[in-house]
């Protein structure tokens, strides 16, 4: 019995973090909606600067929880450049952890609030999130024949105009690496045969549409390219096999000792233009991530497995970041709940929200 209520107890360390992140939610969407509703006759600049500064707050206080509280250690390969740049950041994807790490490397550089995302157009739906990754900069797309390119194209050209700082996070695989899901595997492995490409292990044959029409959009805007490969350490089994990353629930209860994330900072001169050409590129960058991974898990010396080649720093990340969001929006959320009138909006603001978000992102992308 003692056994079974450790286990229990371990379990549940997710509970609290879940329940901080999505308990503050409404308190932070009142305050953007305030700011939103104040700014409406302002510049399209000024309520950007604004918006994302409270991102920052908010994504400030979310790795606090996958950071501080968990203790896992950030390992990174290659060259971050410490100062902010207008980016596309380009990685393969394997599960819902993979958003977090786009925000650990964008905080270490100073622009969390600049991060944005592609998203699968389902996404939208989500309560209160939806909605505000809307309007945060987040541009929803459809896979394959029903990819929108104009409407894609129209919301980061608005970015651009509103001069809005561009942390732009896309996963060209369109969906997540699942060793559990052979199918999906051998589908995208037959894909590439086909198409006379290289047949990729660890990760699955690249989409080049979204990354193309961002990368063609945005030519002047950009300063660079970001081509990051993760592994999170622990994911073999005791065969040695490659098993299903970490959902955030499991990374909330400390199952990931260690992340390890390679960076390649790419200059926009060196990626062809014409989407035939820039298809191919896309190809060979994954190419390179997959024999990163090829060491990493199936290295046959096992020295030189669960990291990757070259030099890493353990990037630590300091409370000063993280523990003073944590406090604001925790605080505030209190307030609200310990009046009847705080905890009367509170739940409206969860209600109202999210039916005025689907409603809108159902009319507006």
């Not at 991102?55 to 501080?68: A, D, K």
């Not at 509170?346 to 109202?352: F, L, P």
């Given at each position: 019995?003692?056994?079974?209520?450790?286990?229990?107890?371990?379990?549940?360390?997710?509970v609290?973090?879940?329940?901080?992140?999505?308990?503050?939610?409404?308190?932070y969407?009142?305050?953007?909606?305030?700011?939103?509703?104040?700014?409406?006759?302002?510049?399209?600049?000024?309520?950007?600067e604004?918006d994302?500064?409270l991102?920052?707050?908010?994504?400030?206080?979310?790795?606090?929880?996958?950071?501080?509280y968990t203790?896992?250690?950030?390992?990174?390969?290659?060259d971050l450049?410490?100062?902010?740049?207008?980016?596309?950041?380009l990685?393969?994807?394997?599960?819902?952890?993979?958003?977090?790490?786009?925000?650990?490397?964008?905080?270490?550089?100073?622009?969390?609030?600049?991060?944005?995302?592609?998203?699968?157009?389902?996404?939208?739906w989500?309560?209160?999130y939806?909605?505000?990754?809307?309007?945060?900069?987040?541009?929803y797309?459809?896979?394959?024949?029903?990819?929108n390119?104009?409407?894609m194209?129209?919301k980061?050209?608005?970015?651009m105009?509103?001069?809005t700082?561009m942390?732009?996070?896309?996963?060209?695989?369109?969906?997540?690496y699942?060793p559990?899901?052979?199918?999906?595997?051998?589908?995208?492995?037959?894909?590439?045969e086909?198409?006379?490409?290289?047949?990729l292990?660890?990760?699955l044959?690249?989409?080049?549409?979204?990354?193309?029409?961002?990368?063609?959009?945005?030519?002047?805007?950009?300063?660079?390219?970001y081509?990051?490969t993760?592994a999170?350490e622990?994911?073999?089994?005791?065969?040695?096999?490659r098993?299903?990353?970490?959902?955030?629930?499991?990374?909330?209860c400390k199952e990931c000792p260690?992340?390890?994330?390679?960076?390649?900072?790419?200059?926009?001169?060196?990626?062809?233009?014409?989407?035939?050409?820039?298809?191919?590129?896309?190809?060979?960058?994954?190419?390179i991530k997959d024999?990163?991974?090829?060491?990493?898990y199936?290295?046959?010396?096992?020295?030189?497995?669960?990291?990757?080649?070259?030099k890493s720093?353990?990037?630590?990340?300091?409370l000063?970041?993280?523990l003073?969001s944590?406090?604001?929006?925790?605080?505030?959320?209190?307030?609200m709940?310990?009046?009847?009138?705080?905890?009367?909006?509170?739940?409206?603001?969860?209600?109202?929200?999210?039916?005025?978000?689907?409603?809108?992102?159902?009319?507006?992308?």
């Open positions: 019995m003692l056994l079974s209520l450790v286990l229990h107890t371990y379990s549940m360390r997710y609290l973090p879940a329940a901080v992140m999505m308990g503050t939610a409404p308190t969407m009142l305050a953007w909606g305030a700011w939103r509703l104040l700014s409406a006759v302002l510049p399209a600049r000024f309520y950007r604004v994302d500064r991102y920052t707050i908010y994504q400030s206080m979310v790795l606090f929880f996958f950071e501080n203790g896992v250690q950030v390992i990174i390969y290659g450049p410490k100062n902010k740049e207008n980016v596309i950041y990685a393969n994807h394997q599960c819902t952890v993979d958003w977090i790490i786009a925000d650990m490397l964008a905080i270490r550089q100073n622009a969390l609030g600049h991060v944005r995302y592609v998203l699968k157009d389902g996404l939208k989500l309560p209160l939806g909605w505000y990754f809307s309007q945060h900069g987040g541009v797309v459809k896979r394959s024949a029903k990819f390119e104009k409407e194209r129209e980061l050209r608005a970015q105009k509103a001069e700082p942390y732009l996070v896309i996963f060209p695989e369109g969906t997540r699942n559990e899901i052979p199918k999906v595997i051998a589908d995208s492995q037959s894909f590439a086909k198409e006379g490409l290289a047949i292990k660890h990760v044959t690249p989409r080049v549409k979204a990354t193309h029409v961002a990368i063609d959009t945005m030519k002047d805007y950009l300063h660079a390219v081509d990051v993760v999170y622990g994911t073999v089994d005791h065969k040695g096999q098993k299903l990353a970490p959902s955030m629930t499991e990374f909330l260690r992340v390890h994330i390679f960076i390649d900072r790419i200059d926009l001169k060196d990626i062809p233009e014409e989407q035939m050409y820039m298809r191919r590129w896309l190809h060979e960058r994954f190419e024999k990163l991974l090829i060491e990493f199936d290295a046959k010396d096992s020295k030189r497995r669960n990291k990757f080649p070259g720093v353990h990037s630590k990340l300091s000063k970041k993280t003073p944590l406090l604001f929006l925790g605080g505030l959320t209190a307030s709940l310990l009046t009847e009138s705080g905890r009367k909006l509170y739940v409206k603001t969860w209600i109202y929200g999210t039916l005025i978000g689907c409603l809108w992102v159902s009319i507006k992308p």
